[in-house]
């Protein structure tokens, strides 16, 4: 992956080089370079951003992808079998995922409880998006200046990268929170759907050709990183999505400065040292005194920077099971005859109780014995 191609992947233009008789210190210059590469949320200034700013940006992404990414990119008219999956699992994990207490579940859960309608065209999905967008997005049409640097494009990545992470954050907060669909919760199921997602209906050919190469070679050592026992997983376990999206997006960001440093003739350390997220102005605890990163606080930081504060109202959610994995889930027979058993033995057990207590109370047990001894 070369630094033009990651470049054009998230929206932005690499500076041009500095001649040599340029005088310019390339030192003082270093907040422009990061500046102009910063496109991601995860350099020097990409979060100084208010939480709020940051569920905007994330929420414009969404809609706009409704928008411009599901029918719109290169799309049938309709779509087949595995393309309205894939977007009926993207749009279960947000209902499962988000902060419960997040605007955007009224677009969301409206898009679930529709689904069949929704997925079979462009015009139902518009209506639904247009019908929620005074309550979703207001009069925000546009990215926040910190996430877009005045492009859209780079907005949209931006907002969309904001996106996954408050995915990811919501992967531990809310892991207890459902019932149903166990196969639908641990964090190699969740990583999966992301990619499907990206595959399909992100709008954008390089960013899709990046993400699914470094995905499907296991990219970052997820293949190892995402395994979870069926029963009583680790609780650090479910931190694991969280902590590999951030080591995937700060990668982007050091290339791009990387890319950028080479151009002008710099061999600055500080500005790579700078272009991972977070510097140390913002948390002072996630590197030691050699530079290496403290998982523990970067998870921490990234709570802080991506859920909501507070004590959020969990309620339990119910997935939906795949209809075509028939080793997960009994059949209809099966059901009913366990049911019927469950029932029938119950019912036994209440009739056999009610009989004691009648002749406890009756003693008519005492008049048999009578009449037997007479």
Not at 86 to 100: E, G, R, T
Not at 262 to 268: A, D, V
Request: glycine content about 4%.
């Amino acid at each position: 992956m070369t630094a033009e191609r990651i470049a054009h992947t998230v929206g932005v233009q690499l500076n041009a080089p500095i001649l040599m008789e340029d005088t310019a210190d390339p030192e003082l210059d270093g907040n422009v370079a990061l500046h102009a590469v910063d496109i991601l949320g995860a350099s020097l200034n990409g979060l100084t951003r208010t939480r709020e700013a940051v569920y905007r940006d994330a929420a414009l992404s969404f809609t706009h992808a409704l928008r411009t990414g599901i029918f719109s990119n290169g799309q049938a008219a309709t779509l087949d079998s595995l393309q309205r999956e894939v977007f009926s699992d993207w749009i279960d994990l947000l209902y499962w995922a988000l902060p419960p207490t997040w605007i955007l579940h009224t677009l969301i859960n409206d898009i679930r409880n529709n689904i069949d309608s929704v997925m079979f065209s462009e015009e139902n999905l518009l209506f639904m998006v247009e019908k929620h967008h005074d309550v979703v997005n207001g009069a925000n049409m546009r990215w926040s200046e910190q996430c877009s640097k005045s492009d859209d494009r780079a907005g949209y990545s931006c907002g969309f990268w904001s996106l996954l992470h408050i995915i990811s954050i919501g992967v531990i907060e809310r892991h207890r929170a459902v019932l149903g669909a166990q196969d639908h919760v641990p964090t190699k199921f969740v990583a999966q759907t992301i990619r499907n997602y990206i595959e399909y209906f992100f709008d954008c050919d390089q960013c899709q050709d990046y993400f699914v190469e470094m995905f499907d070679s296991c990219g970052f050592n997820h293949c190892r990183r995402f395994k979870q026992p069926e029963k009583l997983p680790p609780e650090e376990s479910w931190g694991e999505l969280a902590l590999w999206l951030w080591e995937v997006h700060n990668d982007v960001n050091v290339k791009l400065v990387e890319a950028e440093l080479q151009r002008g003739r710099s061999t600055s350390k500080h500005k790579l040292y700078l272009a991972a997220w977070p510097p140390a102005a913002e948390c002072s605890t996630c590197r030691d005194a050699d530079g290496k990163w403290n998982k523990d606080a970067i998870l921490s930081h990234l709570k802080k920077e991506y859920w909501p504060a507070g004590v959020q109202n969990f309620r339990f959610v119910v997935l939906r099971r795949k209809e075509n994995v028939k080793d997960e889930s009994p059949g209809i027979l099966s059901s009913l005859l366990e049911n019927f058993f469950f029932i029938a033995s119950s019912a036994t057990i209440v009739m056999w109780c009610t009989k004691k207590q009648y002749v406890s109370l009756t003693g008519r047990h005492k008049k048999r014995d009578h009449e037997h001894y007479v």
